[in-house]
């Protein structure tokens, strides 16, 4: 689920890997902007022009569209003003990819309802560690079970409430399911198994079954990715008493001007919406028609525990106040405080175990508010998510930002 971008050797002269892999940590290839050897694209952003680094990010998306690996993209890389670069098509057969593309971001999701949540903290409308049960009755009287492979009946009484800062950290008790199991079996059968297939039900009605199953383990003392956040989209549908779309485009995407972002794109957009594809035997196959798909036009239900559509010029307005301490057009989106623990490893060591997500996701990393947090190496501090359908991002405690938007699914080949 967290991509890797390209590696040093995806610069000029050097040997090309994969645009991205599933397992890996966020070492994301922008980053090589910064660190390839001389004649490379160091310059990007140890004093090089906007023209400069522009140049060198559509020379290494045309390499990837020509290798095959996707059929086009859209990246932005520096600090303050940068400019967005596009290459290849927005599907194959079809028109080039636009610099205002409306990409399926996904999980990159996570990082912008985190700061919608702590906004709502910073209002007085939640508390980080509160019970949920006044506007989520759903979460009442928890199961868990005694073991995350134990029969489904086989369960204990939950010692505590599930909280916000549960939800945020992934540590609620949901989530995705590894390794084979009762409980994974029950999520895949009830339909709340994570998966690349578009919502198929109402948010109220995917937390109703989500909540008939047990938890995985006790609030606060494991680690499973994604579900927590569906739950936290319907919190904050809940507590502001409108649908999320609706707050997130009043409280947060307004103020920042991210006019392209939302949980669907409007029909007069549908032109700038790129096929989505995933690799297979014969190369890219088509899972969602250009202009098309779920997320082409209002859905038929509530999609309060959903995700995003956006474009490279708005994650970037979204990223850039993250970068610059929290605020936006000289007003304060998100207080100090939350942003250090936003972008601070908040897990504890003894969750952090092996069955909790893919191999190796723990090495030298960290998960704060809705991303992941990098805790050694030359990249600590720097924060960032993945979106399963091929996006990524990631802010450095310097300021650099770099985002990078494709709509090739995950996967051993990207």
Sequence with gaps: MIGRWLERNDLPGCQQEPLA?????????????????PGGLIVAVDGGTIAEVSTALRELLIRHVDAGTIPGGVALLGTGNVEVVAAGV???????????????????????TSVAALRLVEAGRLELDQSL??????????????????????????????????????????????????LQRAMA???TEAGPEPLAMGAGEWLRRLTELPLAFQPGEGWRYHHSFGVLGILISRVTGRPLGKHLAEDLFGPLGMTDTALWVAEGKLGRLPAAYRHGDEGLMETEPAGGGFYA???????????????AQDYHRFTRMLAEGGRANGQQVISPDHLQQ????????ACKTADSFFPGFWDGMGWGFGVAVKTEGSQRGRI???????????????????????????????
């Design 21 to 37: 892999a599933k397992d890996a940590a966020p070492d994301h290839c922008l980053d090589r902007c910064r660190t390839a050897a």
């Design 90 to 112: 927005a599907s194959i057969g079809g028109g080039p990819m636009g610099q205002d593309a409306i990409m399926r971001i996904q999980s990159m999701t996570k990082a912008i």
């Design 133 to 182: 049960v006044g506007w989520l009755p759903e979460l009442a009287d928890r199961q868990v079970l005694r073991d995350p492979a134990a029969e489904l009946d086989d369960t204990v009484p939950a010692r505590l409430a599930i909280t916000l800062r549960h939800l945020l950290t992934n540590t609620s008790g949901y989530g995705m399911v590894i390794q084979a199991s009762p």
């Design 189 to 191: 059968a009830n339909g």
């Design 297 to 311: 036009g209002p859905p038929p239900f509530d999609v309060s525990h959903g995700e995003l559509v956006s474009t």
């Design 342 to 349: 936003m972008a601070s490893d908040q897990v504890p060591a």
């Design 384 to 414: 960032g998510w993945a979106g399963g359908q091929g996006t990524d991002f990631f802010v450095d405690p310097d300021g650099t930002v770099g985002i990078l938007l494709t709509q090739v699914e995950l996967g051993e080949d990207m």
